[in-house]
Antibody
């Protein structure tokens, strides 16, 4: 059974750096065709994809936030970490990590879909 | 949102409801579409992937299809427990990233 759980601060101040950890179980991030993604959702809005770490250590970022994001993994701890710099009140949202699977007979970042999500963690940006 | 959905839709129990997701040639027109269901206070759940594939456990009254730059999710035999928000998503080859629809809230009357 695949499970993911997000952890990190509930409150950050403007200009600070946010660090979120996704701890997962039930799969290996070294398995061909697997990824772990980070997404967020502001209240009443659609989800927004932020970044993804692939099984082959490749990673991709949202073009809108690329300059502020870094995604890394800790294989031994089965964790994927997202850092976002220069936090702003508009970054207030629930942040999710999600297991991603590559479609059959497809290659590249376009091929992945988010098939299992964590429960999410609410991050508020306020002074 | 890059993908456009009607904000709300309603139906009566047993009715068939279709939700549309409008995109462009850089996303829906050339890439597959996924659909998510979300209840208040919970994480989105994958409902349909690769345009029309249902993950294990998803009832077969949920179905997906696509034509050109428009994708659709049909719920046949609408039930009260289907009252939720529904989001479409796809890869956008111009942006080089995953994009989501604005979401449709389905109300069961």
């Amino acid at each position: 059974q695949i499970t993911l759980k997000e952890s990190g601060p509930m409150l950050v101040k403007p200009t600070q750096t946010l660090t979120l950890t996704c701890t997962f179980s039930g799969f290996s991030l070294s398995t061909d065709g697997v990824g772990v993604a980070w997404l967020r959702q502001s209240p009443g809005k659609a989800p927004e994809w932020l970044a993804i770490f692939y099984w082959d250590d490749d990673r991709r970022y949202s073009p809108y936030l690329k300059s502020r994001l870094t995604i890394t993994k800790d294989t031994s701890k089965k964790q994927v970490v997202l850092t976002m710099t220069n936090m702003n009140p508009v970054d207030t949202a629930t942040y999710y990590c999600a297991h991603s699977t590559r479609r059959f007979r497809c290659s590249g970042g376009r091929c992945y879909y988010f098939d299992s999500w964590g429960q999410g963690t609410l991050v508020t940006v306020s002074s | 949102s890059v993908l456009t959905q009607a904000p709300s839709q309603s139906g009566t129990p047993g009715q068939r409801v279709t939700i549309f997701c409008f995109g462009s040639t850089s996303n829906i027109g050339t890439e597959t579409v996924n659909w998510f269901q979300q209840f208040p206070g919970t994480a989105p759940k994958l409902l349909i992937y690769s345009d029309n594939q249902r993950p294990s456990g998803v009832p077969d009254r949920f179905s997906g299809s696509k034509s050109g730059t428009t994708a659709s999710l049909a719920i046949s035999g609408l039930q009260s427990e289907d009252e939720a928000d529904y989001f479409c998503a796809a890869w956008d080859d111009s942006l080089k990233g995953h994009v989501f629809g604005s979401g449709t809230k389905v109300t069961v009357l």
